[in-house]
């Protein structure tokens, strides 16, 4: 039975699309005969103590050097490129989106975070990615070589058809408050056309910014649209499909994404996407299912809700769309077998 390590910072059950990604890949991979051991790292990752870095290190660095040690990329981009480079284990990167991209980072810390991931991704014999995007700008920008880099998009179950909601059509969101998700700008977008019939549902962690979840608070009340725009926390699987299910419109104004499950678990349910143009999102949403717009543009994005809003045929031309294209989509046995192949060149190169 081929064996791995999965080290990943933090709980693997935190609710956000990168851990999914990971629950989901162990389990998958189980059922493709890998035995895969998770390693827990500290969760300060990727702004660790100096303590969480030492004790991160001192963990990775007993693990049997047999197996190849695959490091969600949280953690493997901010990691000491020294340590990594001394250690003999057989490093396998997993990167969703490079460090230095998340949105709301000063330009000193993320440059910071770009040499570091750098100069840790010289130390990867393999370096897995979850949408061509994010693998282009690592060989263009990290200097990754292209043939150590696997791309393994998420994997996407079948979802039952949106039917939308029967009385005010409803605008789903599904993410974590935080700034690279732009909710903000999506707060200024819905200002703009108030006067339309619609109500939103934000699903998604108030937790892991509370400063920036409790500024989104305060602009939606300011703009009075607190009785419009409901925030409901993380929901279980089962609740959240059924808002898939009974909404009319997915968006979410992400400012980068490296790959975006949400957008193809909407994709999946047959729903209208609106959303911007930005990282693996064109990738993930094809131009018959949805409408992009640029990133941080309030204008555009008003007006592409409003013209789905009052465009019902639009919108059925596009969730018709969508659910063709939610057909074909990877699953998760297609992406475990991509990063087994990864895992296993580990071994050899």
Not at 118 to 126: D, E, F, P, V
Not at 162 to 170: D, E, I, Q, W
Not at 249 to 260: A, D, I, K, M, N
Not at 288 to 301: F, I, K, M, Q, S
Request: aromatic share 6%; charged share 20%.
């Amino acid at each position: 039975m081929p064996e791995a390590w999965f080290a990943v910072p933090g709980a693997l059950s935190t609710p956000t699309g990168g851990y999914i990604y990971a629950r989901r890949l162990v389990a998958a991979l189980a059922d493709l005969g890998w035995h895969v051991e998770v390693v827990a790292l500290p969760e300060g990752f990727p702004f660790p103590s100096p303590e969480e870095a030492q004790a991160a290190c001192r963990r990775l660095a007993k693990l049997n050097a047999s197996r190849p040690v695959l490091v969600d990329g949280l953690a493997f981009g901010a990691l000491d490129s020294s340590f990594l480079a001394e250690a003999r284990q057989r490093w396998v990167a997993l990167v969703h989106h490079p460090l230095a991209l998340e949105a709301g980072l000063s330009e000193v810390i993320s440059e910071r975070l770009r040499q570091t991931e750098k100069a840790a991704l010289a130390r990867a014999r393999q370096v897995i990615v979850t949408s061509p995007s994010t693998g282009r700008c690592l060989i263009s920008d990290y200097a990754v070589p292209q043939e150590r880099v696997t791309v393994a998009q998420p994997g996407t179950d079948l979802g039952r058809r949106a039917r939308g909601n029967p009385s005010v059509p409803r605008l789903l969101t599904v993410a974590t408050l935080t700034p690279r998700k732009g909710h903000d700008v999506l707060i200024e977008a819905l200002g703009r056309i108030a006067e339309l019939s619609w109500d939103a549902l934000w699903v998604g962690s108030k937790d892991r910014d509370p400063d920036n979840a409790a500024a989104l608070v305060r602009a939606i009340r300011a703009r009075g649209l607190s009785e419009r725009i409901i925030l409901t926390g993380n929901l279980d699987a089962a609740t959240l499909a059924d808002c898939y299910v009974q909404s009319d419109l997915f968006v979410l104004p992400s400012r980068h994404e490296g790959f975006g499950m949400a957008f193809a678990e909407a994709l999946a349910h047959g729903l209208p996407v609106v959303g911007c143009a930005a990282g693996a999102v064109p990738e993930t949403v094809p131009s018959d299912a949805g409408l992009l717009v640029p990133p941080d543009d309030v204008e555009a994005l008003a007006a592409a809700l409003a013209s789905l809003l009052t465009d019902p045929a639009r919108r059925l031309a596009l969730a018709e769309a969508a659910w063709r294209h939610g057909r074909s989509l990877p699953r998760w046995d297609q992406t475990a077998a991509q990063v087994a192949a990864a895992l296993t060149k580990a071994l050899v190169s």
